[in-house]
């Protein structure tokens, strides 16, 4: 047993985010179902502006919707130095905002969240039939296609439960991890 299964916090509207150095994708989640997500553009021409951005519309964002809890995708590997220094930032924006207004933050592993849905990895069958599908191509291509593949996974997961028209695939991960969040780590009275 996990220790998240043996620790579930109290909260009944519960927010996932996906957040970049440019925009903040947000799911909010209340009653079993999301009720809001979008993605808001953070404005500026430089780091800096943006994270002050980031921090004022986490904060318009929680003032609306008075969530309890927030899951955050957590960092995953960045080939940058320079943008995973900058992607720090605006987490911590985010995470410092938030956890001001006495939100409980916790972030979230990719595969958890996606392995919670049903769109785990690709199996062999399903990199076989992409090869298949497209001879010749390079490995980089098939794992971009294979990855485009799952970002569509997710995006149908929710448009055909909900119906919610998704088509951004950073609104649909945060709707992954905001569902992750209110059914697995969070429980309701």
């Not at 410092?96 to 769109?119: K, R, T, Y």
């Not at 990895?121 to 298949?132: M, N, S």
């Amino acid at each position: 047993m996990t220790l998240a299964k043996l620790r579930k916090t109290q909260a009944s509207r519960v927010m996932g985010i996906d957040a970049s150095t440019n925009s903040i994708a947000f799911c909010i989640f209340w009653n079993r179902r999301p009720i809001k997500w979008g993605k808001v553009n953070l404005n500026g021409s430089t780091i800096y502006d943006r994270i002050l951005d980031a921090k004022q519309k986490v904060a318009a964002l929680q003032d609306e919707f008075d969530v309890q809890y927030v899951a955050i995708e957590a960092a995953v590997f960045v080939k940058s130095a320079a943008v995973a220094i900058k992607l720090s930032y605006v987490y911590g924006a985010i995470l410092a905002e938030l956890m001001g207004q006495g939100v409980e933050v916790i972030d979230v592993a990719p595969m958890s969240w996606q392995s919670h849905i049903g769109n785990g990895p690709l199996t062999k069958a399903e990199k076989e039939k992409i090869k298949k599908d497209s001879p010749g191509k390079k490995p980089s291509w098939y794992q971009a296609r294979g990855r485009d593949l799952r970002k569509q996974k997710t995006l149908d997961f929710f448009n055909k439960r909900w119906n919610m028209s998704l088509d951004d695939n950073d609104v649909g991960d945060s709707a992954g991890i905001g569902y992750y969040a209110y059914h697995a780590l969070t429980k309701r009275s």
